[in-house]
């Protein structure tokens, strides 16, 4: 195997361990608003984040008893997202991070939990490369109509 392929292998394995974390949320009935913002602005994520951490190669069920010990603010239970939406918001949010280096809390400020839910309905089918793309021209979008409303003040 290449180191390409052991590399792209890598990718995959991150996005596919949170997109199990986030479905673990929603198996628990956790409100999906709440963890992930809790998520990605969590120790854990910061983890994840990194160039390497043990955090990447442990289980689902060890990650999310770590954020379940971080702080209950996020894991408690509420209004939950579909179990398939909770898989894709996770993969989707790695993948971001794996593609462009960003952390997760600078992610979360471009494509907050209420963005992603409903990106889900909409783009769900395309690649995540090209919804990551979405999103943050979308942002780009939103970012300068509030500095043309702050200019015409």
């Not at 593609?99 to 769900?124: D, F, L, M, N, P």
Request: contains cysteine; charged residues 30%; negative net charge.
């Amino acid at each position: 195997m290449s180191d390409e392929e052991l590399n792209g292998f890598f990718r995959l394995e991150q996005c596919m361990l949170q997109a199990e974390v986030f479905g673990m949320s929603a198996e628990r009935g956790y409100d999906s608003k709440a963890f992930i913002r809790g998520f990605m602005r969590s120790e854990t994520a910061k983890y994840l984040d990194a160039d390497f951490s043990r955090m990447q190669n442990e289980v689902p069920a060890y990650i999310m008893e770590t954020l379940e010990d971080e702080d209950r603010k996020y894991v408690h239970p509420g209004v939950c997202f579909p179990l398939e939406e909770m898989q894709w918001a996770g993969y989707l949010y790695r993948l971001w991070h794996l593609t462009t280096g960003e952390t997760s809390r600078e992610i979360y400020r471009q494509a907050s939990a209420t963005v992603v839910h409903s990106a889900y309905s909409k783009y769900r089918t395309l690649d995540g490369h090209e919804v990551i793309r979405i999103l943050k021209d979308a942002y780009a979008a939103r970012q300068e109509e509030r500095k043309a409303g702050r200019k015409s003040v």
